[in-house]
């Protein structure tokens, strides 16, 4: 059984960057792709980035491109979620997700294609 557990949530200033952390542990990451979605307060769920098995193709909501990057490091069994320009409205708690099967065109930013999520870790940026 796949474990994901994230780190590196905390307060940050707006503007300010903070670098999210999902390590896997049970399997080999490398046999999936991971998603990061977040949570605000009295909001869905929502995807923010998707990163392919090998890292090579990676995916981002209209809401966090060219602010946030994805990333992957599957020798440390490891997804990173590097966030710059933060802002109040990025304020949520982040979890990643596992998916086993292929995902293709949008179909990244549905739920119910992960089958393993972790517990999650929260960011708040401050106005």
């Known amino acids: 059984q796949l474990q994901l557990v994230e780190s590196g949530g905390g307060l940050v200033h707006t503007g300010g960057s903070l670098r999210l952390s999902c390590a896997a542990s049970?399997?080999?990451?490398?046999?999936?792709?991971i998603g990061w979605f977040r949570q605000a307060p009295g909001r869905e769920r929502e995807g923010v980035a998707w990163i392919s098995h090998s890292g090579t193709v990676t995916k981002y909501s209209d809401s966090v491109q060219d602010r946030f990057t994805i990333s992957r490091d599957n020798a440390k069994n490891t997804v990173f979620l590097q966030m710059n320009n933060l802002k109040p409205e990025d304020t949520a708690k982040y979890s990643c997700?596992?998916?086993?099967?292929?995902?293709?065109?949008?179909?990244?930013?549905?739920?119910?294609?992960?089958?393993?999520w972790g517990q999650g870790t929260q960011v708040i940026v401050s106005s």
């Open positions: 049970g399997l080999f990451l490398d046999d999936y792709t």
């Open positions: 997700a596992a998916a086993k099967i292929p995902l293709y065109g949008g179909s990244w930013v549905k739920e119910q294609m992960y089958d393993y």
